[in-house]
């Protein structure tokens, strides 16, 4: 086989696979989602730690399918939400900020450029558990 011809066996093989991972991303931001919406703004460490989970395995996924953005709000979003496990605060607004960001490029299926993405990640609350 040569290796154009084995290429293109494998593009339905990662177009499936990349469809796989976004409808498995979109079932953990539904976690996430649901998680936020118990949020009080006190950080319950369940409800963080759970988070912090998702967000850890979405970094670690994301990228392996393209989405190299996700991979980069996920890490931030894990680094805000230790800040506000550590303040015993979690800014309810903020981590929603994050999870928008995440769920709008995953429903999209687009991956944004790097500096559309750095755009994105200045646009998000710092990792201090104030904003």
């Known amino acids: ?8 066996d494998l593009n339905p093989i990662v177009s499936t696979l990349r469809a796989r991972f976004v409808e498995t991303a979109q079932g953990k931001l539904d976690a996430i989602d649901t998680a ?11 409800q963080a730690a759970e988070m912090k989970e998702i967000a850890h395995s979405l970094k670690g996924m994301a990228g392996s399918f393209g989405f190299m953005s996700v991979t980069r709000i996920s890490e931030a979003f ?8 550590d303040a015993e605060k979690l800014p309810r607004d903020g981590a929603r900020r994050y999870h928008d960001a995440m ?7 687009d991956e944004p ?3 559309e993405t750095d755009a994105i990640l200045a646009e998000l609350p710092a990792p201090t558990g104030t904003a």
């Open 103 to 109: 769920r709008r490029i995953i429903d999209s299926g």
């Open 1 to 8: 086989m040569t290796g154009m011809a084995k290429n293109q």
């Open 36 to 46: 936020l919406k118990t949020v009080d703004g006190n950080a319950d460490g369940r």
């Open 78 to 85: 894990e680094d805000y939400l230790a800040a506000a496990q």
């Open 113 to 115: 450029s790097d500096t």
